[in-house]
């Protein structure tokens, strides 16, 4: 019997009686409906019959509300409210207002223009979640690939990353990292082929391959194969090392302000050293949609890379 009550008594007949209820006049409440009077009487009246209970007092006129309408109409502003809310929620995920983005990059992002999206993408969108996780490439597109992330800072190529779609984010280009105290670090302009007979510190090709090999490249066209002593996992790491005097690396540029008091950075002249960063995605919630979209419009030219 409740159940059936229950589907029978719709919102508008409970946008009806509160609006009665708070009038304590039809024809001021159907005023405020915009519809007419009988039409309105009649609403209330089966509604009393569905629940089976006097929800108003009537003589000539509208005498008040009966102990069951108070309490009715306290229940009905109650159940109006969480409707919408509801329709809100819904309309607010859609729209990508609300919601979590998880989202990842390689640590040299972070130097880039990634702190002024996430700053931007914040304002406009209070509502929305950002989690933030410092990953290597390979690691941030095997989260994507398992649903842990939801958008990736990468560095392309991606191998065997078809499934991956990419979004033009930034662009960098590498640098010579020499610990201060080093000798070399002492020449106004060293040339990567100075670092030939020194240890190299760089991270796994597993987790980079394509970063990886570009350093190998630019090495071999120095004239060398680099020795490399140490592998760490991510820059910061490889950068730690490099300051406590653990060897030499190629690395972004843009993290050349990374330990400048133990680190000297040198630039490496030409087109080769460059690279791009890319948004990696895959299912985009639209929270997540919009975090790709709200990167975009904060730098037009990356749709557009040189």
């Not at 409970?14 to 009077?37: C, D, K, P, T």
């Not at 030409?270 to 979209?293: I, K, Y």
Request: hydrophobic share 40%; charged share 25%; proline share 7%.
């Amino acid at each position: 019997m409740a159940l059936g009550v229950q589907a029978r008594i719709t919102l508008r007949a409970m946008e009806q009686f509160i609006a009665v209820a708070e009038e304590l006049h039809f024809h001021r409440a159907a005023e405020r409906l915009n519809m007419s009077q009988p039409p309105l009487t009649s609403a209330i009246r089966k509604l009393e019959d569905d629940l089976g209970v006097t929800l108003i007092e009537r003589g000539n006129r509208v005498l008040g509300l009966s102990p069951a309408g108070k309490q009715f109409l306290d229940e009905a502003r109650d159940v109006l409210r969480r409707a919408e809310q509801a329709i809100t929620a819904t309309v607010d995920v859609a729209a990508g207002r609300t919601g979590v983005v998880r989202l990842g990059y390689v640590g040299s992002a972070l130097y880039g223009r990634l702190p002024d999206v996430v700053r931007d993408f914040r304002t406009r969108y209070p509502e929305v979640r950002l989690e933030l996780r410092e990953a290597t490439t390979a690691a941030q597109i095997a989260a994507l690939r398992e649903g842990r992330l939801d958008v990736g800072v990468v560095i392309p190529p991606l191998e065997n990353a078809e499934d991956v779609e990419r979004t033009p984010f930034d662009s960098d280009r590498l640098c010579m990292a020499i610990p201060q105290d080093h000798p070399l670090g002492e020449r106004p302009d060293p040339t990567l082929s100075d670092l030939a007979d020194e240890p190299f510190i760089l991270w796994p090709m597993v987790e980079g391959r394509g970063f990886h090999l570009q350093v190998i490249r630019l090495c071999a066209n120095a004239g060398f194969v680099p020795r490399v002593t140490q592998e760490a996992y991510g820059m910061h790491a490889v950068l730690s090392l490099v300051s406590v005097g653990g060897g030499v690396s190629v690395v972004p540029e843009s993290m050349s302000g990374f330990r400048g008091d133990r680190i000297r950075y040198h630039p490496l002249s030409g087109s080769e050293p460059e690279f791009d960063l890319v948004l990696g995605h895959r299912h985009l919630s639209p929270s997540a949609r919009a975090f790709v979209r709200a990167a975009e419009e904060k730098w037009p030219a990356a749709s557009h890379p040189s």
